[in-house]
Every structure is written in structure tokens, then in C-alpha cells.
């Protein structure tokens, strides 16, 4: 059988418009860059395969058509819109694995197969190496799960993780073990009067309460009582008036305070102005006493006329007549002058005397000497204002003690009313302070008792006036209502465990909880017999999948050296020698592919670029030709080559066109034009068989 792409059409596929061509067999499809040759790779991979995954992200892009030939009798057209796929025809004609759709394509230089680390994976090489091995589908986890795969039967039963059929089979001994509880607690709980001892404790307890209920009704009304009785000592004396006392207490002794101070600095100003009356009087007599006083003339008047005179010779000596009658005019004036003062001085001495008197007194009494007025008019003005501070003072304190007098009388009123007896003003404060310890006192025992009535929690329409012969005592109540508590929450328990006992049976019976005991009973050991059932047959199954797992596990040695036979042939390693003109053997060491020169092993995934591209693109040819033998398919390359050396290059497209010379279809889409041209002179082997299209 030989599978060809014969023709090609797309509208609207990226940058492409409208394209259609028929193929050949050796195709290159060339394309400058994002001109739309990678969107066409993906364009073939969604028409023509189902699971798209296997490449990565496809573009969803554009419309058209692929028509295939070597399916069927005539050709056959498939589009991204197709139900069946290429998967659908050799997998179910020809056996052939699902992967062998990730040899045919290359999408966008991807080299790998597979999109992993190293390019190809274990899976994929066992697909097509050793088929779809039956081991793996009997093993696969859809049909042996991971769980049962690393479980193991031991002594005491399965040991599998708590997963998967491990939750089922653990499961389904505890739905075991519960229904077997549930019929312990059938046998050791389900009795019809487990409740009556405790409901008769109940009523004794209450019947006791009740007892103690009248006794604390009588001692609310002992109690309300003795509030009463407190009220009345506190109404006698309010606590309104006695603040008002307290508050005029306090400002009489603030006032008093005030007056002492005030009398004090009366006092001081009348000392201060004890002179002001004679001070007053003086000072117009002194200022009439000085202004009218002449003093005695000096000898200076005597010299000046002395010397006057002697000019008055000296000049009518030297014939100067003029100067020597101004000398004696001058000497006559001095003399008159000295007579008319001494004349004066003689009227005034009776008024020096009594001024003299004056200062006299002035120093007795301000211990200051009186020079002038102005000495004798500072000291009765500094008088003057002592004298008017005084006066203000005395106003003042005659106020205050009008104040005094009224706060004495009202302080003293009210004490000796409450006292029943007269007070002394020395005792007034701790009078005050005594019957406010008093109030107090009485306050606190009446809070106090008010306090115990409201512990009680009676009111006033149940107290009780006769006494019942019992007395209430809080720790005896507490006690008694202690215990009715726990006997009532015991049998709410004992009827709960019952009740819910009845629904637990029920929920797992799934009957109605209304369902009478015994059939109840019933229906729960019919329920366990089918979890015993249901778990044998679980356990049977996770056995078998431990047992099939562990025989599988032992035979994979079988199938391993099957795969590295595969590896070992020459259809798969001759692409590989001639590609890479280095590489000889390859191995599978576990889930690594290793390959080998002869010398040494290397990783796949150590390999460079072009080196990844020659053995991808071997292994491709190898593996497809193991596959399909005599038959043929198609290689789309996109860009396969873009990464290996010029040289190289040559080899790897002469090898594509010795396969297409035995059948394959060759189509290669690059933008690179070295690689472009290396098919246009190879594909003239082809002659008509090498087409070439530009979708630049």
C-alpha cells in the first residue's frame, strides 16, 4: 500500500489567501518568512490526525481540503472538519500504533518526535518496536490501577495506600466494622426503661427545689424588710442636704480664712496711714511757712560792696571818672540790697521757729528728716492710699462677716437638728464627716442587701411572709439544682444515645425512622451480610491485579530485550549511519535512549541541534520503515533541516530522496534558500516526480 497527498487546498490559512496545488512525489514547498508555510504544516496535521496534541499548539486557522490516496478504492478527502482521521484506517486495518502519525510530520523545526527532554520517549519506541504490547494493555492503569500496581498481599491481608480501589476496599471494611459497632450498641444500649430510674431521681430532685423555692421566697421578704429599714435612717437625712452642709461647711471655713486675712491687712493699712489726718494738716501750714521765710543775708553781699568800693579808689587814682562813678553807683546798690535783706530776716525769725516745730514733729513720726514740700507730699500720698486701702477693707470685711453670720446660723440650724442637741462650731466638721460614714454605712448594708434580693430573683408579689421551718441556704440550692441538671442531662442523653442510635441503624438501613425496633434490627444484620459480600469482592479484585501486575512485571524483562532487538536491526540503524555519518548502535537504558559511535554512549538529549535534527529524522525513516515494511507513506518536513551544517545538509536530502525512490512521498516546506536549492538539483533525478511551489 502505498498512502500519497495528492492534492492540497486552503483559503484564508493565515497569510495564505488562496492556495491549491497537486503534489508529486518529491515536493518542495518554499516561502519567504511569515508567509504562511508553517501555518500549512499545521493546516495538514488537523485535517488529517486526531490527536493534535502530539505536536503542541496547532493553530485553528482557515479552511480547505486534503485528498489522500492509497485508502481506499478511490481518493479520499479529509479537512479539519473530518470526523475520521489516518489513526482510524491503520489502526483498525493495519494494526499499526497511533504515534506513527508523530514520524510523518515535522512542524516549525521541530526535530523531536516528542515534546520532551529528550526528544523521544520509552512509550513511543515500545509503540512501534514491539507493537501495542498486550502486556501494556492488560497492565495499563485504566485496566490495573497505580494504586493496585504498588499494593502487596502480606500476612495480615492487602496493604494498598488509601486511593483509588485502596479508598473502596478500606471503605468497605469499615462499612463493616461500623455496622458491626452499631450492633454492639444494639445489644448494650437498646432497652425500653434505661431512662426510668433517672426520671424518678428527676422528680425527688424537684420536689426538693420546690421545698427550698418557699424558703427563698420567705427570706426575700426577710430581706426587702430590712431595706425598708435602712431607707428610713437614710431619708432622715438625705444625702442632698448633707452635701449642702458639706458645701457651706467648706465655704465657711474658706471665708473665715478670708476674713482672718483681710483683718490682718486692715490692720497693716491703718498702721500705714496712722498720720495721714496730721500730715493733711501740716502740709498747707509748711507750704505757707516756707514760701513767706527770709533768711539772713550772707557776708558775700558785704565782700562784693568791699570790693566795689576799693575799684571806686583805684580808678579816680588813675583819673578814670566814668568807670570810677559806675564803681560807686555798683558798691552803693550791694549795700542797699544787703540792708533791705537783713531788715526781712529780722521780721521772719517768729515763723522759722514755728516751722522748725514742724519738722520737728515730721521726724517723730516718719523718722524722716523734712527738707522741702515735696519730701512732706510723697509721704502723705503713700499715706493717703494706705488710708484708702483701708477704708475699702473695712467695707469688705464687714460684708464677709455679714456672710459669716449667715453661714453660721444655717450650718448651725441643720447640725443641731440632726444631732438632736446643740453643736460647737469646733466640732461642726467632724459632725459633718460623721454623718457621712453614717450614710455611707447605711448605704453600703442597704446595696448589700439589695444585692442579696436580686441574687435571689424574686419578685415582689411572690415573696412569702410566713416562715416554711426550712432555711434557704444558696449552696444547698446550688447543690440540689447541680444535680437535677446532670440527672436531666443524663437522661436526654440516654434518650438521645437512643434516638440517634435509631437514626444511624435507619440512615444505613435506609428505612424510615418511624420503623419498629426489631425490624430495624433486622434489616441492619441483612445489610452487613451484603458489606461482607460487596467487600470478598473487592478484595478479590485488587488480589487478582496484584497477582496479574507482579506476573506482567516479571515477563517486561521479555519484551525489553524485543525492543532492543528492534534497535539492533538494520532498517532502523541504516538511516541512522548514513544520516549522521558518526552514530552506529542504539540502546534503551531505561526510559533514555542512548546512542552510540562506537566508543562511547551519549543521552539523546546531550546531543547538539543539527546533530538532534540527523538522528531525529533517522530514527523517523528507521522506525516508519520497521513499521509499515513493503508499504509506504508520506514525510512532511517543515524546516527539518534549518539547524544542521551545510555539508550535512546534502546528506540528509539525498537520503530523503532515496526513500522517495522507494515509494515515499517526500514534502519539504522551508524559507531557507540554500536548502531550496539543494532539492532543485537533486529533484532533477525526478525529472517530472520533483515538483516545486512558491507561496512567497
Request: net charge negative; hydrophobic share 35%.
Amino acid at each position: 500500500m502505498a498512502v500519497k497527498i495528492e492534492k492540497i487546498s486552503v483559503k484564508n490559512l493565515g497569510p495564505i489567501k488562496d492556495l491549491s496545488i497537486s503534489l508529486g512525489p518529491v515536493n518542495l514547498i518554499y516561502s519567504g518568512n511569515e508567509s504562511g508555510k508553517s501555518f500549512l504544516a499545521e493546516f495538514i496535521i488537523r485535517s488529517l490526525f486526531k490527536n493534535t496534541d502530539r505536536w503542541g499548539y496547532v493553530r485553528e486557522d482557515g479552511k480547505g481540503m486534503i485528498t489522500i490516496s492509497g485508502l481506499e478504492a478511490g481518493p479520499t478527502e479529509f479537512s479539519p472538519a473530518t470526523k475520521k482521521k489516518l489513526e482510524d484506517y491503520w489502526v483498525g486495518v493495519k494494526g499499526l500504533p497511533p504515534s506513527l502519525a508523530k514520524l510523518l510530520i515535522v512542524k516549525g523545526g521541530q526535530a523531536e518526535i516528542e515534546n520532551t527532554e529528550t526528544g523521544i520517549s520509552r512509550t513511543i519506541i515500545k509503540d512501534i518496536l514491539s507493537g501495542i504490547s498486550l502486556l501494556d494493555r492488560i497492565d495499563s492503569d485504566d485496566n490495573i490501577s497505580r494504586t493496585i500496581k504498588e499494593a502487596n498481599i502480606g500476612s495480615e491481608g492487602i496493604n494498598i495506600a488509601h486511593r483509588g480501589e485502596g479508598n473502596t476496599y478500606y471503605n468497605s471494611k469499615e462499612k463493616i466494622a461500623a455496622i458491626e459497632r452499631l450492633l454492639i450498641e444494639v445489644e448494650t444500649k437498646y432497652a425500653e426503661g434505661m431512662v426510668k430510674s433517672s426520671e424518678m431521681e428527676e422528680k425527688r430532685l424537684q420536689d426538693g427545689i420546690e421545698i427550698l423555692n418557699k424558703a427563698k421566697r420567705h427570706l426575700a421578704y426577710t430581706i426587702s424588710e430590712e431595706i425598708k429599714k435602712l431607707e428610713t435612717g437614710l431619708n432622715k437625712i438625705s444625702e442632698d442636704e448633707l452635701s449642702q452642709v458639706e458645701s457651706n461647711l467648706a465655704l465657711f471655713w474658706n471665708k473665715g480664712g478670708t476674713f482672718k486675712g483681710l483683718e490682718k491687712e486692715y490692720k497693716s493699712m491703718q498702721e500705714g496711714s496712722k498720720d495721714f489726718d496730721w500730715l493733711q494738716n501740716a502740709l498747707p501750714i509748711y507750704r505757707s511757712l516756707t514760701m513767706g521765710t527770709t533768711e539772713k543775708p550772707g557776708k558775700a553781699l558785704l565782700w562784693i560792696s568791699g570790693s566795689l568800693s576799693a575799684l571806686t579808689v583805684f580808678l579816680i587814682l588813675f583819673a578814670q571818672k566814668f568807670l570810677s562813678i559806675l564803681s560807686f553807683l555798683a558798691a552803693v546798690a550791694v549795700i542797699a540790697m544787703y540792708i533791705k535783706k537783713f531788715y526781712e530776716a529780722l521780721r521772719s525769725a517768729g515763723q522759722n521757729k514755728e516751722l522748725d516745730n514742724i519738722k520737728k514733729e515730721f521726724k517723730a513720726r516718719t523718722g524722716n528728716d523734712l527738707s522741702d514740700i515735696a519730701s512732706l507730699e510723697t509721704i502723705l500720698k503713700e499715706q493717703e492710699r494706705s488710708n484708702s486701702k483701708s477704708e475699702v477693707l473695712k467695707r469688705q470685711i464687714g460684708d464677709l462677716e455679714r456672710e459669716l453670720q449667715d453661714l453660721r446660723f444655717y450650718i448651725k440650724q441643720r447640725l443641731d437638728s440632726w444631732a438632736e442637741d446643740e453643736t460647737e462650731e469646733t466640732v461642726w466638721e467632724k459632725s459633718v464627716k460623721d454623718l457621712k460614714e453614717k450614710n455611707r454605712s447605711l448605704n453600703k448594708q442597704r446595696e448589700d442587701e439589695k444585692r442579696k434580693l436580686d441574687k435571689l430573683g424574686i419578685g415582689e408579689t411572690d415573696y412569702l411572709h410566713e416562715h416554711t421551718g426550712t432555711e434557704f441556704r444558696q449552696d444547698a440550692a446550688e447543690k440540689i439544682v447541680s444535680e437535677l441538671r446532670d440527672i436531666q442531662e443524663k437522661k436526654r442523653a440516654q434518650e438521645d444515645q437512643l434516638g440517634n442510635l435509631k437514626l444511624r441503624i435507619s440512615q444505613e438501613t435506609k428505612d424510615d425512622i418511624s420503623i419498629n425496633w426489631d425490624e430495624l434490627i433486622e434489616n441492619l444484620r441483612k445489610k452487613r451480610e451484603d458489606a461482607q459480600t460487596e467487600s470478598r469482592k473487592t478484595t478479590s479484585q485488587i488480589a487478582a491485579g496484584i497477582i496479574v501486575h507482579k506476573i506482567i512485571s516479571e515477563l517486561r524483562g521479555e519484551e525489553d530485550a524485543k525492543i532492543q532487538e528492534g534497535l539492533d536491526s538494520d532498517v532502523v540503524l541504516k538511516p541512522l549511519k548514513e544520516l549522521t555519518q558518526r552514530y552506529n548502535r542504539l540502546e534503551l537504558d531505561g526510559d533514555n535512549l542512548l546512542i552510540s559511535d562506537g566508543y562511547s554512549n551519549f543521552n539523546i538529549k546531550d546531543l547538539s541541534t543539527g546533530a538532534l535534527e540527523q538522528v531525529m529524522l533517522a530514527l523517523r525513516i528507521g522506525f516508519s520503515s520497521k513499521l509499515l515494511k513493503q508499504d509506504t507513506l508520506f514525510l512532511v518536513l517543515d524546516d527539518a533541516f534549518q539547524h544542521s551544517d551545510w555539508p550535512r545538509r546534502e546528506i540528509l536530502v539525498k537520503q530523503l530522496l532515496d526513500i522517495a525512490k522507494k515509494g515515499w512521498q517526500i514534502i519539504y516546506l522551508t524559507m531557507d534558500d540554500h536548502i531550496k536549492g539543494l532539492f532543485d538539483q537533486a529533484g532533477k533525478e525526478f525529472k517530472g516526480g520533483y515538483k516545486t511551489f512558491n507561496i512567497i
